[in-house]
């Protein structure tokens, strides 16, 4: 069975502090995975996704995410925190011929300034 | 840049009442999902629909639910007799094409509340 686990429902970083937010997943084949940011009001938008093609993978807004299969954790990381990264943060995964995401619980990153 | 986006932002509804909620995919799209999020828990997937059926649908898509397309830019849900348990923000989202590292674009959301 497929599961993302993101520990932590909420972080609190000050501006310029680094950003790590945690997810981990379960999959019995090869995952894609994704995060989405989702600011007030807004829908999902796509900040980054895993493809194998390389195990640190990029994203906007200074974000990144490295997939660590021994691990299975795929973390979103940023050097230096924005007060306008305050959003919430979701990581997905998809697996096999279904197209269907499993999402984890989302969490909530706040900045300080 | 295009958008998913779902009429109306939020919902009031009195249990036993149908619902529909409505959302307008990305146009060169032909995949479509619905997702819900009850509040303090996961994302959960309800539905895809491709090429006018259901391709997939899980547990808690039941016989009180349904989507169409009912032209060419609409895809609705029916929730035919609500529950207060269907309280939930519900997502659209849509994709050009399926599988692998395909992105899916979601809308804002729809929040019902069911009294």
């Known amino acids: 069975a497929q599961s993302v686990t993101q520990l932590g429902s909420h972080v609190s970083v000050s501006e310029g502090a680094l950003v790590l937010l945690r997810c981990n997943y379960s999959s019995s084949v090869p995952p894609y995975l994704f995060w989405y940011v989702q600011y007030p009001n807004q829908g999902l938008q796509l900040l980054l996704k895993y493809t194998s093609a390389a195990t640190l993978v990029k994203g906007i807004n200074g974000f990144e995410a490295e997939f660590k299969k021994s691990e299975t954790s795929f973390h979103l990381t940023k050097p230096s925190a924005h007060m306008s990264d305050a959003a919430e943060y979701f990581c997905a995964v998809r697996v096999g011929n279904f197209n269907k995401f499993y999402f984890g619980s989302g969490t909530k990153l706040n900045v300080k300034p | 840049e295009p958008e998913v986006t779902q009429t109306p932002s939020h919902q009031v509804t009195q249990m036993g009442q149908e619902v529909i909620l409505r959302c307008v995919p990305i146009?060169?799209?032909?995949?479509f999902y619905w997702y819900r999020q009850i509040l303090g828990q996961k994302v959960e997937f309800l539905v895809s629909f491709y090429n006018n059926e259901i391709s997939e649908k899980s547990e808690i898509f039941d016989d009180q639910f349904s989507v169409e397309r009912p032209d060419g830019s609409n895809f609705t849900l029916k929730i035919r007799s609500t529950k207060l348990e269907d309280s939930a923000m519900y997502f659209c989202a849509s994709s050009e094409l399926v599988g692998g590292a395909v992105e899916q674009f979601f809308g804002p959301g729809t929040r019902l509340t069911v009294l």
């Open positions: 146009s060169n799209h032909l995949y």
